[in-house]
T-cell receptor, first 118, second 112 residues
Framework: EAGVAQSPRYKIIEKRQSVAFWCNPISGHATLYWYQQILGQGPKLLIQ????????DSQLPKDRFSAERLKGVDSTLKIQPAKLEDSAVYLC????????????????FGNGTRLTVT | QKEVEQNSGPLSVPEGAIASLNCTYSDRVSQSFFWYRQYSGKSPELIMS????GDKEDGRFTAQLNKASQYVSLLIRDSQPSDSATYLC????????????FGGGTRVLVKP
């Protein structure tokens, strides 16, 4: 089974620039998550999709962050404009369960995109 | 108060010893509890889940849950250098919208 694919692996931008991250979940997984992990902290949920609908975006800074999953498969997360505090690893995860708590349907994480904002 | 709290460590244990990690959570109605392992520069991977009070064992790992005291712990027996990683505690509460909330992680160093 192919894992969750993310690109790019690394990205360095200047503050106020824009950046986009791409995620392709495991085939057949309806639920997709974007997490932000700042160095030394645990991952923080930004947005959860169920197919192409948003389930939870309560912690997404909507003035600068946007995400879409138009066809219910791959997803893009965008930051515009970036701030220094956006420097973090952006993790995409997928699951075949509608929520994160099913014992037999854990979250599968991609390798993440490490963003550095200078 | 953070929703999920862990000691950041590092927790240094000699090879072959037991590593004991603790996690406390603030939401009393939390129902599902998980331990993830994250190697440096890698993504988190699920190693244990626990849903009811008591102990759950899987190989060298034992998760312990005490809902009355609002803590969950992870024991790693016969620690190996390959166990050196950051261990993330994660909790789901339906009251919080069924969101998986992570603690900051405990870094474990197993010394040969």
């Amino acid at each position: 089974e192919a894992g969750v694919a993310q690109s790019p692996r690394y990205k360095i931008i200047e503050k106020r620039q824009s950046v986009a991250f791409w995620c392709n979940p495991i085939s057949g997984h309806a639920t997709l998550y974007w997490y932000q992990q700042i160095l030394g902290q645990g991952p923080k949920l930004l947005i959860q999709f169920q197919n192409n609908g948003v389930v939870d975006d309560s912690q997404l800074p909507k003035d600068r962050f946007s995400a879409e999953r138009l066809k219910g498969v791959d997803s893009t997360l965008k930051i515009q404009p970036a701030k220094l505090e956006d420097s973090a690893v952006y993790l995409c995860a997928s699951s075949d369960a509608p929520g994160p708590g099913a014992d037999n349907s854990p979250l599968h994480f991609g390798n993440g995109t490490r963003l550095t904002v200078t | 108060q953070k929703e999920v709290e862990q000691n950041s460590g590092p927790l240094s244990v000699p090879e072959g010893a037991i590593a004991s990690l603790n996690c406390t959570y603030s939401d009393r109605v939390s129902q599902s509890f998980f331990w993830y392992r994250q190697y440096s520069g890698k993504s988190p991977e699920l190693i244990m889940s626990i849903y009811s009070n008591g102990d759950k064992e899987d190989g060298r790992f034992t998760a312990q849950l005490n809902k009355a005291s609002q803590y969950v712990s992870l024991l790693i027996r016969d620690s190996q250098p390959s166990d050196s990683a950051t261990y993330l505690c994660a909790v789901i509460s339906t009251a919080a919208g069924n969101k998986l909330t992570f603690g900051g992680g405990t870094r474990v160093l197993v010394k040969p």
